[in-house]
């Protein structure tokens, strides 16, 4: 008998999946890869797809649109690494004009090379998608542009010198909760899949900081000393971590 009710459960739920819409069958993915078993039922509660999660698309599509603004339409070297264009742009954050207070958050727009705006883009819509399904694009915004403004005042003040491109600081404001969510939920969920999820993250932030020391303190293209939000100093990165 148990047998039986368990295998009608299952079909029960194979029926159900069937049945549900894109947005249910993504959600439900999302759920399985992405939060320990407990939190599965909460989050498919509050998650859903209307509105769509508009914040992070639309950034990402503006960050997109400047990139290629700067690495086809101005004039560079070549557009794997950028220079002339993001350091003449009056969007780039730099210590000499430091009124146009502006700069302080339209730094994000401007990334340094194609490895630099890949890598925010891709973790910001593999993180910042589910989690404005849940919490919509206005709590996702303020912590997402938050870390923005934290990453260029702590970069101010522990690397005073140096100008700074970059959505890195609203990107790893979303990987900080994300991180100790993965630590602190690592018994409850797939051991592999956490182990997986934390490896992840390590990579990104390692190869995030080899790129940012060596564009900081190594390479002297065109004599610029460009900075990603807060890259040189630990203390300053943290400064982002904490308002995730």
């Not at 630590?183 to 797939?190: A, L, P, Y």
Request: with cysteine; net charge neutral.
């Amino acid at each position: 008998m148990s047998y039986l009710h368990e295998g009608s459960n299952v079909f029960v739920e194979a029926v159900q999946e069937r049945q549900m819409g894109c947005c249910e069958k993504f959600q439900r993915s999302v759920s399985k890869w992405m939060l320990p078993e407990d939190s599965r039922s909460k989050y498919l509660e509050r998650a859903n797809c209307c509105p769509p999660p508009i914040f992070i698309i639309l950034i990402s599509i503006a960050e997109l649109a400047v990139f290629i603004y700067y690495a086809v339409w101005k004039p560079q070297k070549q557009w794997v690494t950028l220079d002339e264009g993001i350091w003449k742009s009056p969007l780039t954050y730099k210590p000499g004009e430091r009124e146009e207070a502006w700069r302080f958050i339209s730094y994000m727009f401007v990334h340094a090379g194609i490895e630099h705006i890949v890598g925010n883009l891709l973790m910001q819509l593999l993180l910042g998608i589910p989690l404005e399904l849940v919490h919509k694009g206005f709590e996702v915004g303020m912590v997402y542009m938050a870390g923005v403004l934290a990453g260029s005042l702590a970069s101010s003040i522990f690397d005073p010198f140096s100008a700074l491109v970059g959505a890195s600081g609203g990107v790893y404001a979303l990987i900080g909760g994300y991180f100790m969510n993965a630590v602190v939920n690592f018994r409850e969920m797939i051991p592999l899949l956490g182990v997986f999820r934390i490896l992840a993250i390590v990579i990104f932030v390692g190869t995030d900081f080899g790129f940012a020391f060596y564009r900081r303190f190594i390479s002297d293209e065109a004599g610029l000393k460009v900075c990603f939000p807060a890259p040189v100093q630990w203390r300053t990165r943290a400064c982002p971590f904490q308002t995730g």
